[in-house]
């Protein structure tokens, strides 16, 4: 695994879709293959505002989208 750190992302293999840990500590997945592809909100946290770490473990699953 690694550290995900505030706005860093992730694409999937398929590149459909992006998750990213934003400046206000909400992490949320967006259709499309980054920030400046992003075609709206799959899931988010709902932790805007909330005080977070600076970064987010990431650990391998295997498959995705």
Do not use: H
Not at 49 to 62: A, I, N, Q, S, T
């Amino acid at each position: 695994g690694y550290l995900l750190k505030v706005n860093e992302y992730l694409v999937s293999p398929g590149k459909t879709v992006f998750a990213i840990l934003q400046v206000d500590g909400n992490f949320v997945v967006y259709r499309g293959t980054g920030p400046s592809a992003n075609k709206g909100v799959v899931w988010n946290t709902a932790a805007e505002g909330l005080r977070v770490l600076p970064v987010l473990p990431v650990l391998p699953m295997g498959n995705a989208p």
